[in-house]
């Protein structure tokens, strides 16, 4: 009985040896093959997040695109406003200068009904114009610089005015 036990011992050794090397060959292809699938996945997630660097690197520099041209337009017509802002008050001034020399009288139109009290229509016309209603009363001098300073103070609102339009304009066409 002793040798029939040896015998069965070591096939049972050789058994479990067996069973061991091939537990341990599994396991080692196993590690290998879910070594290679990480390896696999690492490889496509470091490829999307370099797509997604790329995308986000191509938007950031059309942005400054954008920006740049809205920069640049801005410059423009900063420039543009300055200049006619600068030519309505080298205007204003002349205006202003013309009527302290005397060299220009600023005059109004009277209503001729009140004048006349003919009903708005004059008897005679003048010889020497073709405005109806000839009657006209100059301003003082120092009235028309007032009128004139206002009216250059609605000029240079209208031309900032429309440079707030444009810009205005040129930001929603950009977004």
């Known amino acids: 009985m002793k040798i029939g036990a040896v015998k069965w011992s070591g096939v049972l050794l050789i058994v479990l040896a067996l069973m061991a090397g091939s537990a341990w060959a599994a396991w080692t292809w196993q590690a290998n ?27 950031v520099l059309s942005e400054q695109g954008k920006r740049f041209a809205l920069e640049q337009w ?20 002349r ?7 005397a060299d220009l009288r600023l005059s109004v ?3 001729a009904s009140a ?14 114009g ?7 009363a100059q301003l003082d001098p120092a009235h028309a610089q007032r009128i004139i300073g206002i009216t250059g103070d609605g000029d240079q609102g209208l031309i900032a005015l429309q440079a707030c339009q444009a810009y205005a304009k040129e930001v929603s066409i950009l977004k």
């Open 130 to 136: 073709v405005v109806h209603g000839a009657h006209r």
């Open 109 to 111: 139109q009277l209503d």
């Open 33 to 59: 093959a879910y070594g290679q699938q990480l390896a696999a996945e690492e490889a496509d997630h470091q490829t999307e997040r370099t797509n997604l660097a790329n995308a986000n690197a191509a938007l």
């Open 95 to 101: 205006l202003r200068d013309r009527l302290a020399t």
């Open 74 to 93: 801005l410059a423009a017509s900063d420039q543009a406003h300055y200049r006619a802002l600068n030519d309505e008050k080298t205007k204003q001034a």
């Open 115 to 128: 004048a006349t009290g003919c009903g708005g229509v004059q008897a005679t016309t003048s010889t020497g």
